[in-house]
Structure formats: C-alpha cells, structure tokens
C-alpha cells in the first residue's frame, strides 16, 4: 500500500505506578530511514528497545520521537520509593552517627530524581511505554496511508496522460526513419543534379536512418510506465525508491527520444512527457 512519509502523531499513556508520558511523531522526506529520538533523562536507558519499535513499522524517512515524561510526587510509586529511600538513608544515618531527625520530606522529595527508574520499575515502564509507542505508530501509519492514497491517486492520472503521449510518440515515428531516408536522398539528388548516388552513401543514409529509430527506447518506457503502476497498486509497504528508480529511468528514455527525434509533433509530444514525468518524480519523492 502506497503511503507517504509526511506524517504526525500524539499519543497519551495511561498513568502507571504514577508515572506517564506523551509520544510524538513527526515524518518528513528523507532517502533512507533516520530516527531523532528526543527522551527524558529517565527514559534513555529505553532508546534502543523504542528504536527497535520503530523499524519494524517504518521503513523510510526522517522520524523526530518526542517523549514528554511526567512524574507525579505524592503517588503510589513515589511513597514506595520515599520509603525505600528513608529507610535507606536512616540506615547510612546510624552507621555515620548522624542525626536521623534531618532525613525530612523535603529532603527525600529532592532525592527522587537520582532513583534510577530503570532499576526500580523498568519491566513495567517498558510496556506500557511500548504500548503508546505503538498506538502512536498506528495513527501515524493511517495519516501515511491517507496521504499515500491522494499521492497514487495523483501519479496514476498522470501516468495515464504520459501513456496517451508515448502512443502519439509511437504513432509520429513509425514513419521517420523512411521519411528520414527519403528526405536524404532527395536533396542528395539535388545537389549532385542528375549524377547517380553512390551505393555506399545509400548504405550510410540506411544506417544513420535508423540511428533515429527510436522503438527500443518506447518500448523501454512503457514498460517503466507499467511497473510503476503495478507498484502503486501493490500492497507492499516500503516502494519509494523503486519508483524514484523508474522515473529516472523514464526521464532518460524521454531525453533520449527528444534527441533522436526530427519530428515537431514528437518533439512537443517528449517536452509534455518530460513535464509529466518530473511532477511523478516530485510526488514519488514523497512516498515511503
């Protein structure tokens, strides 16, 4: 399925242990896939595992993650962990003979942000940060999916025009390499008046006539033409490249058929697909 790389998405866990977060995905243009990973200090040891997430959906462009974490100071977790750390720090308090009585609320509440999360609540942080990770990545997939539709909608009709225009193409050249020869021949007959043309100059006019066959280089883009269309009706997820591939290869096969050709129809026929196919190859670079 065709799907764009120009995306957003937000997500909002739900709170656990009294801790929660807000996922955002930002996706933009960009040849190979390049992931920006924007997390609290208390999250990075989880930047691997969310990088994993993310490849396995997406497959090309520039992804900014943003992780916006909220820690609350009166929940559940935050009591288990001030008693933890009460009881740790009575126990270095009497060991260091000093006064337990210091050990206040205010003292622990500034205490909390040197607690490792990973080594408290990891496991479960872990999922259920996965989880909004992979709600986000759903909603950001439907956007891709929707704007993917609108630009396979797009280069299908232009494909359709390019078609149109490479069968006139087909149909004006057919006839050139003999009306090539023809021509040749008749003003080489009028410039030698009524001596005969040599038989090898006839060679040579049948051998530059059909330099200016140009049958291959048609065949070559209706071809391209027909894959890039099965492309965009595949269900394959990941197409981007393929098709920037196929477009240059149609633009080369259209510069070529204008440079062989004498023709003016075909050569206003090869400026209009050209035209065509660099507006295909803008919206490709689009698609994921």
Not at 203 to 214: G, L, Y
Not at 230 to 257: C, H, V
């Amino acid at each position: 399925m065709t799907r764009s790389m120009t995306a957003y998405a937000r997500a909002k866990s739900k709170e656990i242990l009294g801790f929660s977060w807000i996922v955002e995905i930002h996706s933009v243009n960009r040849k190979m896939l390049d992931i920006h990973m924007h997390l609290s200090r208390e999250l990075l040891f989880l930047d691997l595992e969310l990088r994993k997430e993310i490849t396995e959906s997406i497959h090309r462009g520039k992804l900014t993650v943003k992780i916006n974490f909220a820690k609350g100071r009166t929940t559940l977790a935050s009591i288990s962990l001030l008693k933890k750390l009460k009881s740790q720090l009575t126990k270095v308090a009497k060991e260091l003979r000093l006064a337990s009585e210091e050990i206040t609320l205010p003292f622990l509440l500034l205490q909390l942000d040197r607690i490792s999360l990973e080594e408290e609540f990891g496991p479960k942080i872990q999922s259920e940060l996965k989880k909004t990770l992979r709600s986000a990545l759903q909603d950001l997939i439907k956007m891709k999916q929707t704007e993917g539709l609108a630009l396979k909608q797009d280069i299908l009709k232009r494909l359709k025009t390019l078609s149109t225009n490479v069968a006139a193409i087909e149909k004006e050249s057919k006839k050139s390499p003999e009306k090539y020869q023809k021509k040749l021949k008749k003003r080489l007959t009028e410039m030698l008046a009524e001596a005969e043309i040599d038989e090898r100059i006839l060679r040579e006019i049948a051998i530059f006539s059909e330099k200016v066959d140009i049958s291959e280089e048609i065949t070559r883009i209706k071809s391209h033409i027909k894959q890039t269309a099965s492309l965009l009706n595949s269900k394959e997820e990941s197409i981007g490249r393929t098709l920037d591939f196929l477009t240059q290869e149609m633009l080369r096969e259209i510069n070529t058929i204008a440079a062989k050709t004498a023709e003016l129809n075909v050569t206003k026929l090869s400026i209009a697909s050209k035209a065509e196919i660099e507006k295909i190859r803008e919206q490709v670079q689009n698609i994921e």
